[in-house]
């Protein structure tokens, strides 16, 4: 018997090269809601922390892996992903989650 696939969660940590604040800043809120309406997308939320201009958390939950290969071969995310690279101070960094509470 086949048990559903749990949803994959993540939190990507992304930080803003100097001078880049805004520039990506923008281009997160760009793929919010063109990922929020793909068909295996659960949660797709932005923040920026307090206390670190220019550093973003981007919350993400998708159906399953496949929802999130498929999240990673749209266009929306394919153009922010060629054009991004020199918004960066660091590689962006994916941590990926088990839910343990309801």
């Not at 995310?77 to 509470?101: H, N, T």
Request: net charge negative; hydrophobic share 45%.
């Amino acid at each position: 018997m086949n048990t559903p696939a749990k949803p994959l969660a993540l939190i990507a940590v992304l930080k803003a090269s100097p001078g880049n604040e805004s520039a990506l800043k923008e281009a997160l809120l760009a793929l919010v809601e063109p990922t929020r309406s793909e068909p295996g997308n659960i949660e797709y939320t932005l923040f920026e922390v307090r206390d670190e201009h220019g550093t973003f958390y981007m919350r993400e939950c998708f159906k399953d892996q496949a929802a999130l290969d498929a999240h990673v071969a749209t266009p929306h995310y394919q153009q922010f992903a060629a054009a991004s690279g020199e918004w960066f101070a660091e590689a962006p960094r994916l941590i990926f989650l088990d839910q343990v509470s309801g």
